[in-house]
């Protein structure tokens, strides 16, 4: 199969870009299309409007897996209720559809787009890669602890791009989650070399993109060496204008 070139993927990505109107915050789902396109792995996911789609999704995914409600409203969905997890079976599956498909519909002011299916990754260090773009300085990169971790510790590191693999390495070498990465206490070391491909893949990105100010994978899940990294939860944050 052909791998595509940098052009086609700059101009599938302001497909996705230029459709979402007048809004700047793209959902999951168009967050996760986006890195995709470009070459980031995320989730295995599916978008679906009806119960039995969503058993489908499932079924073809493998269990367990994520459910979340994907509406332009919510920018948080684990805070806003919106997010069913461990989902095992058929039945858990339906059960999870019809809540969230409810609780969308009780709020009037909410735009639902249908029920995000996903693999559940249960495994790995959780891993948050951001992006800001400073008036002066450009795109700066960040990397830390994610999940919780990223709230409590508060320790994260910056760098502006553009970004070497050694650059990338540095930023992660210098944060306490690295001793997490290489195995502490007799864990099994992480994928590092997958998550430093990340973070040079989001300083190629916000070099490329400029209407992108806001770029958050939180968390990235990081698997044991030799089995990569996954982005979990995606959100992209463009400009009034997309260019």
């Avoid at 073809?60 to 997890?85: F, R």
């Amino acid at each position: 199969m052909r791998e595509e070139t940098l052009l086609e993927k700059i101009r599938k990505i302001n497909q996705i870009l230029n459709k979402i109107g007048e809004r700047r915050q793209l959902t999951e789902l168009e967050s996760k299309g986006v890195l995709s396109t470009w070459g980031l792995p995320v989730t295995n996911h599916r978008i679906v409007q009806t119960e039995r789609k969503a058993v489908e999704a499932a079924s073809t995914i493998g269990y367990p897996v994520v459910m979340k409600l994907v509406s332009p409203n919510i920018i948080h969905k684990t805070e806003a209720g919106v997010v069913q997890l461990n989902l095992r079976n058929d039945n858990d599956v339906r059960v999870a559809f019809d809540k969230l498909m409810n609780d969308g519909n009780a709020k009037a002011s909410i735009a639902v787009h249908g029920v995000l299916v996903e693999e559940m990754i249960t495994e790995g260090v959780e891993i948050i890669v951001g992006m800001r773009r400073d008036e002066v300085f450009g795109p700066a990169i960040l990397f830390g602890l994610g999940g919780i971790f990223v709230e409590v510790l508060k320790e994260v590191s910056l760098r502006v791009v553009p970004l070497t693999r050694n650059d990338a390495l540095e930023m992660i070498q210098e944060t306490k989650g690295y001793e997490l990465l290489r195995g502490y206490r007799g864990a099994r070391k992480a994928d590092v070399e997958s998550l430093v491909r990340i973070i040079q893949g989001v300083a190629q990105f916000s070099e490329c993109f400029q209407s992108i100010q806001e770029l958050d994978l939180n968390p990235v899940l990081v698997q044991e060496d030799g089995k990569g990294a996954t982005i979990v939860d995606a959100r992209i944050t463009i400009s009034q204008t997309t260019s």
